[in-house]
């Protein structure tokens, strides 16, 4: 250690001074809070020395009766006022519930409001306050352990996390009261924690993250002490849960019993089958012994049967891995490092089956539970200015496409997916009527082509753009993502200077269903995308080849062609404008084509002539779609 | 570090301190590239003021910015040609070698004909993407040197055809992902 340290501006503004920070894991099934301390990170204990919080919410006539433990153990007793895996629920609209759901236990309130609201004995609670309370628990543990108030935390958020969600969490960390540095993401914390950064050599890491909750998979390259995420994919509804959901059907299946709508029996399944679950992490068999009102059943779960349950759930998880790898342009021979995180990862047969896929031994050592929580730890200690000498830095990337809608409600990408962050990215819009004076832009993100399959961040105007001619405006919308993934967009027009912004910060965000839907989605329904996209297009060009053809066969129709030539390009410019009414793009293409045979010689003699250029272009058209590359 | 003296009106060469190449060394880049994020990046400006806060953010999207521009080789040229005053854009010609479109139709078509049900898709797909890589690699080469010697009607014309390629080639790769998402 250095006996005396040189900070540089803008960074430790006491340098002698150790400043408090923690990393916090907000999870969806369990979170945890550590911190550094004398250089080592370590898992804060509550005073039972449990390091473990179950991120469970239970409220009375009074407020919040306990946090965690004790809240999960009162689940069964009492399902609706005891609020767990809010997670699924943060940052999403009440649409966004009632679209996906089914199946949590939830009560909501029903208002207007698009903040969906619990209903509990205590009022009604948005799932930004129930986090909040998870997160005040964890300040509280902390501020016990280490005795002074936090300067500030990193809390963790799943790669897939998109801009509301990730609004969302801040939004709770603040009504805690923590000043957070940083939103980071689990896989990248879980890397940073087996300090893969300490590397000689540079190197590419998997984190196959597989929780409660969720799933992720992210490749991240480190490169002398430069984390950069190069891609990121994931199943956001998938995990455990799904794990404990299997057997409880297998349970059902194998009773010939039903849970019917009871929600407390539901969840006396649901601990029975956890249970069984770790048991089989370790014995070839569980016994399972039901007893609950009229529910009487005992059987016996084998690993086989087991492993059989989950061979779906794992093979969804590869079929991530694939994709990851593919947008990261890597071989999977080329993953140096695969670090497993989540606790599902103690099961034998994941870890077997990830090593199987990769071809490698994965990294175990550190506690799947504790993993990113350890991780975030380190980071928060970098960010509080603790070690200024820390070379580690941390790139991270857009987990979703950000773009806007265009004509004929297609989306043009803007921010694609896997860029790194902060990144700003300007786009030049124009007018296309004359006179037009104001402009609305559709800000939406995800992967598909048509903009109602992708997730609507939020509308706003540009008003008072000054009278031009249709294309003479110049408006520049800018997206800016910040370094914790939040997106601003600004809009000015050029010529005139006039403004508009509108900082995203809905009540209402993408649910994990939904992203993981819109993931799969992109990839089943591309090929309907496609074709619808391609339809778009199609009619698009169609009329903008119409148009040309018109304004120049006005101009020089006579000059150039004879009647029997002009009555043959009329042939085709009819049949192009009645395939353009059918939903076929193909035969619309062809009458396109058509089209251009029989204006071949037309456009030739124009050229010769070196008349005007409206025409000219046309050809190209139907190759040169859209890129007129940024 | 202080972020109130940086200068973003500099072109994206003087920022990583490289000399004007449309094929520029990538190793160079990337190291230089890292310096820059050591010294900008938001994270080294956690706990300072606001106003720094946010140059920061400003700073570190320049510096993406000019480093996804200058390492994809497509965006670099264009970004040459940028510099030399011309925009690839500009629609005052839109002439194209008939040869070059004929064989854009050609590979299209192929592309088009590729569905799951081919046995043999997997492999058209990868002869047309090692064709259609061999011939930007011919063009890339050709705009270098164009762009070197400041020919830039011929440059612009060749990135014109180049930027046909890349959509194709992307075309293509976004195929084969989904062909091997339904092969499972």
């Known amino acids: 250690m250095a006996l005396l340290q040189i900070s540089e501006p803008g960074q430790a503004t006491a340098p002698h001074q150790h400043r408090l920070a923690a990393g916090i894991d907000l999870g969806t099934t369990n979170s945890l809070v550590a911190t550094v301390r004398s250089s080592l990170p370590t898992v804060l204990a509550d005073k039972n020395g449990e390091v473990i919080l179950p991120s469970v919410v239970r409220y009375d006539e009074n407020g919040v009766s306990s946090v965690g433990r004790e809240a999960r153990e009162l689940a069964a007793s009492d399902p609706f006022n005891t609020i767990s895996s809010v997670k699924r629920l943060i940052g999403l609209s009440a649409e966004d519930i009632a679209a996906s759901a089914s199946g949590m236990m939830f009560r909501f309130e029903q208002t207007d409001s698009s903040v969906p609201r619990l209903l509990t004995s205590a009022g009604a609670k948005t799932a930004i306050e129930v986090s909040a309370e998870i997160l005040k628990e964890l300040n509280h543990r902390a501020q016990q352990s280490l005795g002074g108030e936090l300067t500030g935390v990193v809390i963790t958020v799943p790669a897939y996390f998109d801009d509301t969600q990730r609004q969302a969490t801040k939004d709770a ?47 991240l390259r480190l490169e002398r002490g430069v984390f950069e995420v190069l891609s990121t994919a994931g199943d956001t509804a998938l995990g455990g849960d799904d794990m404990d959901q299997a057997i409880v059907d297998w349970m059902l299946e194998s009773s010939n019993l039903s849970v019917d709508q009871d929600a407390g029996l539901q969840r006396y399944l649901l601990d029975n089958a956890r249970q069984a679950k770790h048991v089989l992490s370790d014995a070839p068999v569980a016994e399972i012994s039901l007893s609950r009102g009229d529910f009487d059943w005992s059987g016996s779960l084998s690993k086989e049967t087991f492993e059989n349950l989950l061979e779906p759930i794992i093979a969804k998880t590869l079929a991530s891995c694939r994709r990851a790898l593919r947008d990261a342009k890597l071989d999977k021979k080329s993953i140096e490092n695969v670090v497993m995180v989540g606790g599902s990862t103690r099961i034998p047969i994941v870890r077997r089956k990830i090593s199987e896929f990769f071809a490698r031994e994965v990294l175990t050592d550190i506690d799947p539970d504790q993993v990113v929580a350890i991780g975030a730890a380190v980071q928060a200690d970098i960010l509080a200015g603790n070690k200024p000498d820390s070379d580690m830095l941390l790139l991270d990337v857009v987990p979703l496409s950000l773009g806007i809608e265009t004509m004929g409600g297609l989306t043009e990408h803007i921010i694609p997916r896997n860029t790194t962050i902060p990144v700003a990215r300007a786009q030049e819009f124009t007018t296309y009527k004359d006179g037009q004076s104001a402009m609305a832009l559709h800000v939406v993100q995800g992967e598909r082509d048509l903009v109602q399959d992708c997730r609507s961040l939020g509308r706003f105007e540009l008003r008072g753009i000054p009278p031009m001619v249709a294309g003479q405006a110049r408006i520049v919308v800018t997206f800016q993502v910040d370094a914790d993934g939040l997106l601003t967009v600004s809009a000015t027009e050029q010529t005139s200077g006039v403004a508009a912004e509108v900082h995203i910060k809905p009540s209402y965000g993408l649910s994990d269903n939904e992203i993981e839907k819109m993931i799969v989605d992109s990839m089943e329904n591309a090929e309907t995308d496609v074709r619808t996209r391609m339809l778009q297009e199609q009619r698009v060009e169609a009329d903008r080849t119409i148009v040309a053809l018109d304004a120049a066969m006005q101009r020089d129709a006579d000059e150039f062609l004879n009647n029997e030539e002009k009555d043959t390009i ?61 | 570090m202080e972020t109130h003296s940086f200068n973003l009106r500099q072109n994206y060469f003087e920022l990583f301190d490289l000399a004007v190449a449309s094929q520029p060394d990538l190793s160079e880049l990337r190291a230089k590239y890292m310096v820059l994020q050591r010294q900008y990046h938001p994270d080294k400006f956690a706990s300072a003021d606001d106003q720094q806060r946010r140059q920061a953010v400003q700073i570190a999207s320049f510096v993406n910015q000019a480093h996804q521009t200058l390492s994809d080789p497509l965006k670099c040229a264009e970004y040459c040609l940028q510099l030399q005053g011309v925009s690839v854009d500009s629609e005052t ?92």
């Open chain 1, 570 to 630: 009329l042939k085709a410019r009819a049949n192009v404008l009645s395939t353009r009414e059918s939903d076929d793009s193909e035969a619309i293409k062809q009458s396109l084509h058509a089209l251009e045979a029989v204006s071949e010689i037309y456009v030739s003699r124009r050229m010769n002539a070196s008349v005007g250029a409206t025409m000219r272009g046309k050809k190209l058209s139907n190759y040169d779609k859209q890129d007129t590359a940024s």
């Open chain 2, 93 to 184: 010609d839109a002439k194209m070698d008939p040869m070059f479109l004929m064989e854009q139709m050609e590979w299209r078509e192929a592309l088009e004909d590729i569905d799951s049900s081919d046995s043999a898709a997997f492999d058209k797909l990868e002869k047309l993407r090692t064709d259609i890589d061999a011939s930007t690699h011919a063009i890339a080469q050709q705009v270098a040197a164009q762009l070197e010697s400041q020919d830039t009607a011929s440059a612009r014309d060749g990135i014109r055809k180049w930027q046909f390629l890349s959509k194709l080639y992307s075309e293509a790769e976004s195929l084969e992902a989904r062909l091997d998402d339904e092969a499972g």
């Open chain 1, 173 to 219: 960390a603040q009504l805690a009261g923590l000043n957070v540095f940083r939103l980071v993401n689990e896989p990248t914390a879980a890397a940073i924690a087996y300090g893969l950064d300490q590397q000689e050599q540079d190197t590419t890491i998997a984190v196959y993250d597989l929780g409660g909750g969720t799933f992720d998979i992210s490749i």
